[in-house]
């Protein structure tokens, strides 16, 4: 499978606090992006950050990017509780343009 | 704008039945595409269409079918259901912005099969 793998699966944080997810990938992957899944609903896109990018910023989150370590991180700062929800990072691997998704960060922000 | 619709949103089926997901764009999109998600696997493709007219197997496309009807609708078939596809399905469209998939998805459509 070239699904991305995404760590932690599970993340439990206090309101305020910063929240950060990684994602990695066995292949190569290009134009990674990041989305939201609260839950019962569909996905949301937040961000992408370009195969040239190191770094991108948007709002509260901040995504890298380490083509060289296949991997992604996406950090949400003074997280809220509207932040609770399921966040996946999603790539194109292989060649055309099919999006693989990874396995998801489940993330609770506690008042 | 509606975006995304996907019809059913709960279905209950008995294995062996058959049934087809609906799912319409009104982003004139020209991509559009069905995956399932299931509970610590994420989302897996099922099946894709680049365009109008053209559809592609995805991850996991055994035991579906799809019919890219027009460029806003793209229909997900289960001809003879099983357990294993017991999961929520998700249908999205995209329109490629300078090289990159910007996936707009439904609400989603839970499956259950007995």
Known sequence: ???????????SIQEGENATMNCSYKTSINNLQWYRQNSGRGLVHLIL?????????SGRLRVTLDTSKKSSSLLIT???AADTASYFCAGITGGG??????TGTQLKVEL | NAGVTQTPKFQVLKTGQSMTLQCAQDMNHNSMYWYRQDPGMGLRLIYYSASEGTTDKGEVPNGYNVSRLNKR???LRLE??????????FCASSDPIAGANVLTFGAGSRLTVL
């Open chain 1, 78 to 80: 003074a997280s809220r």
């Open chain 1, 49 to 57: 950050i370009r195969s040239n990018e190191r770094e991108k910023h």
């Open chain 2, 80 to 89: 003879s259901a099983a357990p294993s596809q017991t999961s929520v399905y």
């Open chain 1, 97 to 102: 343009n099919k999006l693989t998704f990874g």
């Open chain 1, 1 to 11: 499978s070239q699904q991305g793998e995404e760590d932690p699966q599970a993340l």
């Open chain 2, 73 to 75: 609708e793209f229909s």
